[in-house]
């Protein structure tokens, strides 16, 4: 079984063991912290973002990336039949232990059980595409995962600020696209590409495929709120 720091991080900080850090390792700097117990927020502390997105779900919900489940669990609360999807084994012992009622062990791109209403993907969840290249087959795979009338949605940010002060390189390609690695008690996960889209190449790309891109929020921090809808 390959090595999973951040599922052995969140069941630890579950179960009350909260001496060890979680690091990431990243393309843009050499290592930082990072805060565990941000999975496991009450909904008194989501951003007015994530607020916003969970009011906009709709019908069978499926949370991409669920973590810890604190997403799930406000739509649970809500009466909103919702299944969060995680391919961490241990994620998903946390999240059944924490009362999600129904969780998937399971890759996204590899998941075709069901379809929904709804695709959440929070937290930058459609990071997971981990390129621009790769972004059109994940809304491939997303259109297949939603019934007619469905939505998409995600909140991400433009990192562009990474670079504007010239100290950090700004790399080959895309400029949101970033290489992470976990460590947990010594232990690395494998290395994975994560996406940051900025808005304007979202809207490029989503139209190229066959969506329509509404920009529904914007904060302070160059991060937004996207609702996509297939078109037919």
Same mark, same amino acid.
């Given at each position: 079984m390959a090595p999973d720091p951040l599922g052995t991080a969140l069941i630890d900080?579950?179960?009350?063991?909260?001496?060890?850090k979680?690091?990431?390792?990243?393309?843009?700097?050499d290592i930082e912290e990072m805060p565990v117990d941000v999975f496991f927020r009450e909904p008194e502390d989501f951003p007015a973002l994530e607020y916003i997105a969970l009011a906009l779900c709709d019908?069978?919900?499926?949370? =991409?990336?669920a973590g810890a489940g604190s997403h799930a669990l406000y739509l649970q609360r809500q009466g909103i039949e919702v299944v969060a999807l995680e391919h961490s084994p241990q994620a998903c012992?946390?999240?059944?232990?924490?009362? =999600?009622?129904?969780?998937?062990?399971?890759?996204?791109?590899?998941?075709?059980?069901a379809t929904y209403d709804t695709l959440l993907f929070m937290m930058n969840g459609i990071g997971v595409a981990g390129t621009v290249d790769r972004l059109k087959?994940?809304? %491939?795979?997303?259109?297949?995962?939603? !019934?007619?009338?469905? %939505?998409l949605l995600f909140d991400s940010s433009d990192v562009a600020y990474l670079?504007?002060?010239?100290?950090?390189? !700004?790399?080959?390609?895309?400029?949101?696209?970033?290489?992470?690695?976990?460590?947990?008690?010594g232990v690395r996960g494998e290395p994975f590409n994560w996406l940051f889209i900025d808005q304007a190449?979202?809207?490029?790309?989503?139209?190229?495929?066959?969506?329509? =891109?509404q920009i529904l929020y914007e904060d302070q921090n160059d991060q937004y709120l996207a609702r996509m809808t297939p078109v037919m």
């Open positions: 900080y579950y179960r009350g063991r909260t001496s060890e979680l690091l990431l390792r990243t393309s843009y700097t019908g069978r919900v499926l949370d =991409v990336g012992t946390v999240m059944r232990e924490r009362g =999600v009622r129904q969780v998937v062990l399971e890759d996204f791109f590899n998941y075709s059980a087959k994940l809304l %491939q795979h997303s259109r297949s995962l939603l !019934k007619e009338g469905g %939505q670079y504007a002060d010239g100290f950090i390189e !700004k790399p080959e390609g895309y400029y949101g696209e970033i290489q992470y690695q976990y460590e947990y008690k190449t979202l809207i490029q790309h989503g139209q190229r495929e066959g969506w329509v =891109v």
